[in-house]
């Protein structure tokens, strides 16, 4: 089957730096995408990942090793509206997008 | 980024009944739409993928008679909820995807509640 894992939860100091892990089990690989989701609202994409290596936006950072099945989204400089859900997904041989349970990110002053 | 809207944002109903909620691309054309629900503290989980003048296609456990997609123009799909029960009540979510894109850019979403 395809699973993705990611940690449920973490908990962050405001201007910190926090690193959150995402692996993957999926049928092919086309790709992985970091989304932020704020409480009741849709998800909004942070970044895409398809070969090996860092991609910098900004204050967010992506990692993806394809060979392991591993990516994390970094995010440094933390300010409180970074507290949100962040997903994972994997879009696998099919073009289907795999989501991840996603991970509740905690800020605290 | 390109904009998904969706229609409404909120809907209380009665059960027993229908509701439909409307998922439009303003500013490009979408050859692909995709249907997610979630439920509160769970991931996205896709319903169905529809292409633009062809049925859509159900993921396994939702029911298609059900769950009615429309997708008869490259900028409007529709989901109808058929005989809405109370289990029905979650987030519904569309996003969009143009010819020949990768990234699905995502409508704000319709919170159903159903009494």
């Known amino acids: 089957g395809q699973n993705i894992d990611q940690p449920t939860e973490m908990t962050a100091t405001e201007g910190a730096i926090v690193q959150i892990n995402c692996t993957y089990q999926?049928?092919?690989?086309?790709?992985l995408f970091w989304y932020q989701q704020h409480a009741g609202e849709a998800p909004t994409f942070l970044s895409y990942n398809v070969l090996d290596g860092l991609e910098e936006k900004g204050r967010f950072s992506s990692f993806l090793s394809r060979s392991k099945g591993y990516s994390y989204l970094l995010l440094k400089e933390l300010q409180m509206k970074d507290s949100a859900s962040y997903l994972c997904a994997v879009r696998d041989s099919n073009y289907q997008l795999i989501w991840g349970a996603g991970t509740k990110l905690i800020i605290k002053p | 980024g390109a904009v998904v809207s969706q229609h409404p944002s909120r809907v209380i109903c009665k059960s027993g009944t229908s509701v439909k909620i409307e998922c439009r691309s303003l500013?490009?054309?979408?050859?692909?739409m995709f249907w997610y629900r979630q439920f509160p503290k769970q991931s996205l989980m896709l319903m169905a993928t529809s292409n633009e003048g062809s049925k859509a296609t159900y993921e396994q456990g939702v029911e298609k008679d059900k769950f009615l997609i429309n997708h008869a123009s490259l900028t409007l799909s529709t989901l109808t909820v058929t005989s809405a029960h109370p289990e029905d009540s979650s987030f519904y979510i569309c996003s969009a995807r143009g010819l020949g894109g990768w990234e699905q850019f995502f409508g704000p979403g319709t919170r159903l509640t159903v009494l």
């Open positions: 500013d490009f054309q979408a050859t692909t």
């Open positions: 999926t049928s092919g690989f086309n790709g």
